[in-house]
């Protein structure tokens, strides 16, 4: 099961946060939009029985969440650090508004000479809040009114939304400070360890297996019995050192085929949250091999198993040199590629999409390619050619299985494309690529 967790915020720093999002498929956001800091604390407290943890933006919000709520789960903020000051100093210094100095809240000195030293623009006049760690809106709006006014700084630049959209409506010289993509990964990190349910899946069992791509073709080229035997345990000592990366146990079911059992929160610390196999690339700068990869989740090591087996029939299916996941929920993670991955997660609710798509011919593997695909680049219109190449397929095959898709509905022809010589080629659309793929 995904965990739970609420976000409250304004539209655009939700928006922001919920891009950082898709890297964590194990969360499943319920979003609350405010329209400024006073509406939190009552939003929290109506999503508190529905989700596991609650992330809120700036101090402001959790102090007056910490005050006015009766917590009952972990509560985190996202922080403004130095790293969210980069884009706007250089924004401002594009546009020539930092030539009068900047007059500053919500970050420490520190943070914002180290932010102009690295710009190379220290010299900077700076001028920096010193009330209150906690200030109300209206007193910093007030300071920064009236360092303008006095001349003392050319822009102001704040933490508070509210305060820059009082400053924007008087006119004066403003930026509104958010949080890095890096900030919200680590708080995003951070509640995740936090959640009930993610301490209890930490010692959950994980099996997985592995496959040496095309082995009969590596043995036919070795000279004799003896190089087979010393590429075997070259491979077995490799796949060994990467299981015991991961506190594992590991045994060879065939001459080229692994099984190892570790737990969930190991593997997924180092995977990077189901990202990368860095199994893959040794294997492939050491002996020059690819490996398929079946990773299964489950409530007892019978399902994990039989999932880690069905998700090592994906990575086959898709031609080799990928990894999929499939977790206790059935959903899928992948194909994840080994060297530059691609994630993509299927969940339950494509369970229609998924059956209708494998009926048309449309197997899992092409399903997620696209979805990746569309996912990373907004493309959901091919010509035959484009699709051959992304599915890895003949040209004629992609033929096939454009008439089978549009015949079931899954795709319709969008129209001609004009070439310069030859005849113009069909453009197909699969329409259910645009509102499936950010899901």
């Known amino acids: 099961m995904q965990i739970k967790i609420g976000i409250i915020g304004i539209r655009p ?20 939009i405010v329209q400024d800091e006073g509406e939190v604390p009552a939003a929290a407290e109506l999503l508190m029985a529905e989700v596991e943890a609650l992330i809120l933006f700036g101090a402001q919000s959790h102090r007056k969440v910490k005050e006015k709520v009766n917590v009952t789960i972990p509560v985190h903020y996202v922080p403004l650090t130095g790293a969210g000051l980069y884009r706007t100093l250089f924004q401002a210094l594009q546009t020539g508004r930092l030539d009068g100095g900047i007059c500053i809240d919500s970050l420490t000195r520190t943070m914002v000479t180290n932010a102009l030293q690295d710009l190379g623009i220290e010299q900077t006049r700076i001028v920096l809040y010193n009330g209150p760690a ?22 102001a630049i704040t933490g508070v939304e509210s ?3 009082r400053l924007s409506a008087a006119g004066a010289a403003n930026e509104w400070l958010v949080p890095s ?8 990190e951070r509640a995740l360890l936090s959640t009930e349910s993610r301490r209890m899946k930490e010692s959950q069992i994980v099996v997985g297996m592995i496959k040496v791509d095309e082995f009969g073709k590596l043995v036919m080229k070795r000279g004799s019995e003896h190089e087979v035997q010393k590429l075997k345990l070259d491979i077995h000592r490799m796949v060994l050192d990467y299981v015991e990366s991961l506190d594992g146990y590991l045994t060879p079911i065939g001459g080229d085929e692994y099984l190892f059992f570790t737990t969930r929160g190991i593997f ?10 860095p199994l893959a690339k040794d294997a492939n700068q050491s002996f020059g091999i690819s490996l398929s990869f079946g990773v299964g989740f489950g409530t007892s090591a019978n399902e994990a198993g039989t999932n880690a087996r069905a998700a090592l029939r994906k990575s086959r299916e898709a031609g080799g040199n990928t990894c999929f996941i499939i977790r206790e929920d059935q959903t899928l993670i992948g ?10 997660v299927l969940s339950p609710t494509y369970s229609i999409l998924i059956k209708q798509a494998e009926e048309a011919g449309m197997t899992s593997a092409y399903l997620s390619k696209l979805l990746s695909y569309t996912a990373k680049f907004g493309k959901y219109e091919y010509t035959v050619h484009e699709l051959a190449a992304l599915l890895d397929i003949t040209v004629r095959s992609a033929h096939r299985l454009l008439l089978l898709w549009i015949d079931n509905g899954l795709v319709d022809i969008a129209g001609m494309e004009k070439v310069p010589k030859g005849r113009p080629r069909q453009i197909y659309r699969f329409s259910f690529l645009k509102d499936k793929a950010m899901i």
């Open 335 to 344: 194909p994840l590629e080994m060297s530059d991955p691609i994630q993509t």
């Open 163 to 165: 305060v820059a959209r």
């Open 134 to 155: 906690h200030a109300s809106a209206d007193k910093l709006f007030v300071f920064h009114q009236q360092q303008l006014n006095a001349g003392a700084c050319s822009l």
């Open 181 to 188: 993509d890096q900030d919200m990964s680590v708080t995003l």
């Open 268 to 277: 997924e610390r180092e995977t990077g949250g189901y990202k990368t196999i």
């Open 13 to 32: 720093v939700v928006d922001k946060l919920l891009k950082v999002l898709k890297a964590f498929p194990t969360f499943m956001p319920i979003v609350r």
